[in-house]
Nanobody
Framework: QVQLVESGGGSVQAGGSLRLSCAASSAASRYTYYSYCMAWFRQAPGKEREGVAVIDSTATEIYADSVKGRFTISQDAAKNTLYLRMNSLQPEDTAMYYC?????????????????????WGQGTQVTVSS
């Protein structure tokens, strides 16, 4: 069992920046942060949850086309913390942002941004971008 707690959301104007954090923890004695597949998803009102960015155990980064060049996923294994740096935010980025994790990433990178591949989820942090 892995617990994920997001923070860093807020309200910004278009063109602004935010950095989200996700603190991961587990009571399991064999828990190793780096062994997990870590991801960010988002869900806007009335829309399906969509994958935003993933980082795997080899530090390979995968991004949704809508955020490429604007968002950067990173991690600090010593702190068991995942980050999402979001630049050039636009109103369409408004959503609840969720941190997600699973024991390993999907076999194919094309599946990395599929929400059903992840078993552990945080409670979410709201990002609101005004025009």
């Amino acid at each position: 069992q892995v617990q994920l707690v997001e923070s860093g959301g807020g309200s910004v104007q278009a063109g602004g920046s935010l950095r989200l954090s996700c603190a991961a923890s587990s009571a399991a004695s064999r828990y190793t942060y780096y062994s997990y597949c870590m991801a960010w998803f988002r869900q806007a009102p009335g829309k399906e949850r969509e994958g935003v960015a993933v980082i795997d155990s080899t530090a390979t980064e995968i991004y949704a086309d809508s955020v490429k060049g604007r968002f950067t996923i990173s991690q600090d294994a010593a702190k068991n913390t995942l980050y999402l740096r979001m630049n050039s935010l636009q109103p369409e980025d408004t959503a609840m942002y969720y941190c997600a994790a699973d024991f390993r990433c999907p076999r194919y990178s094309s599946d990395y941004l599929l929400s059903y591949k992840y078993n552990y989820w945080g409670q979410g942090t709201q990002v609101t971008v005004s025009s």
